[in-house]
Nanobody, 130 residues
């Protein structure tokens, strides 16, 4: 059974940092796209960042414009984990953050739509106070 489990959320003040972790089990996602989505109350779910490894020496990444230069997505294939380092957090970053993994994609294509991802975690709450 495939499972994704997020951890690392919490309550921080504006300007502080958090590191989210996502542990995958049940299968390897080493060359599969993985992403972080978020959904705030009353808003649509949006992709925050995504990453894919080409099997060689290159990781390709995508970031939502609103988080570029503040968030960093990374992957540890040996541990089957993906991380989201979130720096300079702002109140508008307050959301439930979800880890997701896609299958059936190859090369450097990075899915950015929810429907393209097949496995999901339950989410972790991130709250940023002003």
């Amino acid at each position: 059974q495939v499972q994704l489990e997020e951890s690392g959320g919490g309550l921080v003040q504006a300007g502080e940092s958090l590191r989210l972790s996502c542990a995958a089990s049940g299968r390897s996602f080493s060359t599969s796209p993985m992403g972080w989505f978020r959904q705030a109350p009353g808003k649509e779910q949006e992709v925050v960042a995504a990453i894919i490894w080409n099997g060689g020496s290159t990781y390709y990444t995508y970031y939502l414009d609103a988080v570029k230069a503040r968030f960093i997505i990374s992957k540890d294939n040996a541990k089957n984990m993906v991380y989201l380092q979130m720096n300079n957090l702002q109140p508008e970053d307050t959301s439930v953050y979800y880890c997701a993994a896609a299958t059936g994609y190859s090369g450097t294509y990075l899915p950015k739509r929810r429907v393209e991802y097949h496995y999901w975690g339950r989410g972790t709450q991130v709250t940023v106070s002003s």
